[in-house]
């Protein structure tokens, strides 16, 4: 079974710069997550879908970033403009009924 | 917030078992405790979960207190590549909030 897919493994930006994020979550996996890791920290909810719809986005910085999960598979992550602070790694996970399978993350690094 | 404490860091002999606590005292009756860990550069890995009984599987194996108020994630032994960040997390609604976990360092 194929696991979570991220892309790119790694990006550099400017500050102010806009950034995408790509997730391919498994098969069948209704709910997609993703998560903001600040090196020496846990895990940070920014978003939780579930199928196409929004489940939880309280945790989302919604003037810069926005997600969005087009027909209930593949989602997209953005940030527009990025700040110094956003620099992180992006875990995007799914799950079908048990808890969530992640991918390798996204390890952005805005400078 | 996590609903979980954790202590932030312990130490384990290769070959020995390494028991890991969690206290999740404010757990309610639907939600599991789950487990991950994270090696570094590596998206968290799920380890295991349960509601009340103990659970064991090929990586682990999780005991729940009676009152489920706390936890040990017990790895059999423990060899260098567990060395790892490991998480408690308790959820019954598939909201998954991570805290800071307990950074376990396999000694050889």
């Known amino acids: 079974e194929a696991g979570v897919a991220q892309s790119p493994r790694y990006k550099i930006i400017e500050k102010r710069q806009s950034v995408a994020f790509w997730c391919n979550p498994i098969s069948g996996h209704a709910t997609l997550y993703w998560y903001q890791q600040i090196l020496g920290q846990g895990p940070k909810l920014l978003i939780q879908?579930?199928?196409?719809?929004?489940?939880?986005d309280s945790q989302l910085p919604k003037d810069r970033f926005s997600a969005e999960r087009l027909k209930g598979v593949d989602s997209t992550l953005k940030i527009q403009p990025a700040k110094l602070e956003d620099s992180a790694v992006y875990l995007c996970?799914?799950?079908?009924?048990?808890?969530?399978?992640f991918g390798q993350g996204t390890r952005l690094t805005v400078v | 917030d996590a609903k979980t404490t954790q202590p932030p860091s312990m130490d384990c002999a290769e070959g020995r078992a390494a028991n890991l606590p969690c206290n999740h005292s404010?757990?309610?009756?639907?939600?599991?405790v789950y487990w991950y860990r994270q090696i570094h550069s590596q998206g968290p890995q799920y380890i295991i979960h349960?509601?009340?009984n103990n659970e064991t599987n090929e990586m682990a194996s999780l005991i729940i207190t009676e009152d489920r108020k706390s936890s040990t994630l017990i790895l059999p032994h423990a060899t260098l590549r567990d060395t790892a960040v490991y998480y408690c997390i308790t959820s019954g609604t598939y909201k998954y909030i991570f805290g800071t976990g307990t950074r376990l360092k396999v000694l050889a």
């Open positions: 349960g509601l009340k």
């Open positions: 879908f579930q199928n196409n719809g929004v489940v939880d």
């Open positions: 996970a799914s799950s079908l009924v048990e808890g969530p399978f």
């Open positions: 404010t757990i309610s009756g639907n939600e599991y």
